[in-house]
């Protein structure tokens, strides 16, 4: 059954249930009334919980959208057993929209008997909700996020049994390369496309987003660096998760030639030529022009007089574009996170496999020293650079350093080596704490990898120590530079009624969410305070169905979650009712700006589907729409999902 916002309908603003202000309105004169009675009724009050729910121990927070401000607001928690807790509100944290007024805060901190249970106030009533153990809450989340990876596979291996998925894009294995594309402002590709050398074998690997079937090692390599973290530091907890990293490390592998000193970036092409009279569709089209299961590509006929024909030779046959020519230095966003999956790898494979760990550790010292560090200039990200516009890079340098240190520590390398390759992570790690933290600036995510690289070179000193290796950085200074990564998120929440910490509209909002549970997480397990966990577990609750729309941002966690996603694969062989064959896992934007909704239109393939009635919680800074058309809102990407998977992970195991 399709699942809806909680929206319950109340008597007139409450009677007596909802306090009305302390000032009285006077008795209304007879053309008041005339009017008043042909006027829009208020809007309908509504609870919005973390649909999942609640550790026991955790700090527990709702809350309650009112038309109009009001002196107090009881609710009450209740479970199959009646009510269990009762509460009076007057935290009024601002007004949402024009039609909501004022939103409060709900807190039942002190409810902890585990249970399923529900918050009234008035007659409105919130989706259900699970108060219980971490692992009870989050560990299904975390399978459910590994399957969403084995959903998105390239390649022959696949799993038919998640979405009927089918080998796909077997021409990966031949694959040519071509020089690095040339775009214009609109991203319209430009010219021809040359190529340079080949073949190639860059098969498998995981699609990066659910609009196309492009690859990129620069999410790629982020997406499975926080896996193999996952799969590291939870052995044996997860059997799936290890496996599904495995997979997605044996395809970063493909992309750096050792030999050749050359680094490959990416896998086909999303936007081609702007549409002409002769080209309809483009001279060059490229993915974003197709609506289709990704083994469609392969069955492509692309000769002269074929459907398509010619113009879609590169979407069957994909080109790969390079980091640099061989043997140059590539940018030390790639470089550090390509070392860093390396080193990862290494890292596990040195319980069973010594050889095969120092293989990947070659790989990750290689691949590291070819950073480019001085003049750097614009990073190279993908083709065209719009598609993720990333700038900043010192944290991925600090990354790579630190698992490179981990992975010297797990393999058992000379002493000397240990100590030169920390002594690197340090100078990166001072570079990147260096940078700063304003108020209206960055914390984890894609585009800034700084938490976990600072807690991985923790992990690395501690490890160091009973070699006799003292810290190369002071723990206080790392532990130090995550607090202010915290206190950035808070600034942000301060403007927010439901205390996200970013900038709700322009800023990717659930990524950053979880980002921000991730970092207080790490903060508190290397030694940090408290202090930021009542904000840190509300970015969780925000990602999860405490926002303004009601809605959680991962598929199958809660009961209102993203039904139509754009999502080729999710639109054509699952369910579009949120139930049945659904893709498990997937995690979207969530809100976004109203700009980023105008133009929306299908694609020649798409299957229509709309969920909910979100419109009435947009406000002129940030919008929510669940439709297949609505790629700010719902499309999944790797980046995303992998960043919930370690947010879950973390949370399963108590450290949120």
């Known amino acids: 059954m399709r699942a809806y916002p909680a929206i319950a309908a109340v008597t007139a603003v409450a009677a007596a249930v909802l306090a009305t202000p302390a000032s009285a309105a006077t008795p209304a004169s007879a053309a008041t009334a005339a009017s008043a009675a042909t006027a829009p009724s208020p809007a309908a009050p509504v609870v919005r919980v973390d649909q999942v729910g609640y550790a026991t121990n955790a700090p527990k927070v709702a809350f309650a959208m009112l038309p109009d401000t009001v002196a107090r607001v009881p609710f009450t928690v209740t479970s199959s057993r009646g009510t269990v807790f009762r509460g009076v509100s007057a935290d009024d944290t601002g007004p949402w929209n024009a039609a909501y007024q004022a939103v409060y805060l709900l807190d039942f901190s002190g409810l902890r008997a585990p249970g399923s249970y529900r918050i009234r106030v008035g007659s409105a009533t919130s989706p259900p909700f699970v108060i219980g153990s971490p692992d009870q809450l989050y560990r299904g989340l975390v399978d459910n996020s590994v399957r969403y990876f084995t959903s998105e596979r390239d390649g022959p291996d696949v799993d038919p049994s998640v979405l009927d998925r089918q080998p796909a894009n077997l021409t990966d294995a031949r694959a040519y390369l071509y020089a690095d594309p040339a775009y214009d402002s609109n991203d319209n590709l430009l010219g021809s496309l040359h190529r340079i050398g080949g073949p190639v074998d860059v098969s498998g690997g995981w699609f990066d987003a659910g609009g196309g079937y492009e690859k990129f090692g620069y999410t790629a390599s982020?997406?499975?660096?926080?896996?193999?973290?996952?799969?590291?530091?939870?052995?044996?907890?997860?059997?799936?998760?290890?496996?599904?990293?495995?997979?997605?490390?044996?395809?970063?592998?493909?992309?750096?030639?050792?030999?050749?000193?050359?680094?490959?970036?990416?896998?086909?092409?999303?936007?081609?030529?702007a549409p002409s009279k002769q080209y309809p569709n483009g001279r060059i089209q490229g993915d974003y022009n197709f609506w289709f299961l990704p083994q469609a590509e392969d069955r492509l006929d692309v000769s002269p007089g074929g459907n398509p024909g010619p113009t879609a030779y590169y979407v069957k046959y994909r080109p790969v574009f390079e980091a640099a020519p061989p043997g140059q230095p590539v940018s030390p966003d790639l470089a550090g996170r390509y070392a860093a999956d390396f080193a990862l790898g290494a890292q596990l494979e040195a319980r069973t496999d010594r050889a095969a760990a120092r293989y990947l550790l070659g790989l990750a010292r290689g691949v590291y020293a070819m950073a480019k560090t001085s003049g750097v200039g614009q990073i190279v990200t993908t083709f065209p650079h719009d598609y993720y516009p990333g700038t900043e890079w010192r944290s991925d340098m600090l990354w790579g350093a630190a698992e490179?240190?981990?992975?010297?520590?797990?393999?058992?390398?000379?002493?000397?080596?240990?100590?030169?390759?920390?002594?690197?992570?340090?100078?990166?790690?001072?570079?990147?704490?260096?940078?700063?933290?304003?108020?209206?600036?960055?914390?984890?995510?894609?585009?800034?990898?700084?938490?976990?690289?600072?807690?991985?070179?923790?992990?690395?000193?501690?490890?160091?120590?009973?070699?006799?290796?003292?810290?190369?950085?002071?723990p206080s200074a790392l532990l130090n530079d995550l607090a202010a990564q915290l206190r950035t998120g808070e600034d942000w929440a301060k403007g927010d009624p439901f205390a996200l910490g970013t900038q709700l509209g322009p800023a990717d909002a659930s990524p950053h969410a979880f980002g921000l549970f991730i970092t207080n997480a790490l903060y508190r397990y290397y030694g940090g305070?408290?202090?930021?966990?009542?904000?840190?577990?509300?970015?969780?609750?925000?990602?999860?169905?405490?926002?303004?729309?009601?809605?959680?941002?991962?598929?199958?966690?809660?009961?209102?979650?993203?039904?139509?996603?754009?999502?080729?694969?999710?639109?054509?062989?699952?369910?579009?009712?949120?139930?049945g064959q659904i893709q498990l896992g997937a995690?979207?934007?969530?809100?976004?700006?109203?700009?980023?909704?105008?133009?929306?239109?299908?694609?020649?393939?798409?299957?229509?589907?709309?969920?909910?009635?979100?419109?009435?919680?947009?406000?002129?800074?940030?919008?929510?729409?669940?439709?297949?058309?609505?790629?700010?809102?719902?499309?999944?990407?790797?980046?995303?999902?992998?960043a919930s998977l370690l947010a879950f992970a973390l949370g399963a195991a108590g450290r949120g």
Not at 415 to 432: G, K
Not at 603 to 629: H, I, L, Q, W
């Open 222 to 273: 982020y997406t499975d660096a926080l896996m193999l973290i996952a799969a590291r530091d939870f052995p044996g907890r997860y059997p799936a998760l290890l496996p599904e990293a495995e997979f997605g490390l044996h395809w970063i592998t493909r992309l750096w030639d050792p030999a050749r000193k050359v680094m490959y970036i990416q896998v086909g092409i999303g936007n081609g030529s």
């Open 404 to 474: 490179l240190a981990l992975a010297d520590e797990a393999t058992g390398v000379p002493r000397a080596q240990l100590s030169s390759d920390l002594a690197v992570a340090a100078r990166w790690a001072t570079a990147y704490v260096a940078q700063g933290h304003p108020a209206d600036g960055d914390t984890f995510n894609l585009y800034d990898n700084g938490a976990v690289a600072e807690a991985e070179l923790l992990q690395a000193m501690r490890e160091a120590q009973p070699l006799g290796l003292r810290p190369v950085i002071a």
């Open 529 to 579: 305070s408290a202090q930021y966990q009542a904000f840190a577990q509300q970015q969780l609750n925000f990602a999860l169905g405490a926002n303004g729309w009601g809605s959680s941002f991962v598929v199958g966690a809660g009961t209102v979650f993203p039904h139509c996603m754009q999502s080729e694969i999710a639109n054509l062989a699952g369910s579009l009712t949120g139930s």
């Open 587 to 642: 995690t979207t934007d969530g809100p976004s700006s109203p700009a980023n909704f105008t133009g929306l239109s299908t694609v020649p393939g798409m299957r229509a589907c709309s969920a909910g009635n979100f419109a009435p919680f947009n406000t002129k800074t940030a919008a929510y729409e669940d439709n297949a058309v609505a790629w700010p809102s719902v499309e999944p990407a790797d980046d995303y999902t992998a």
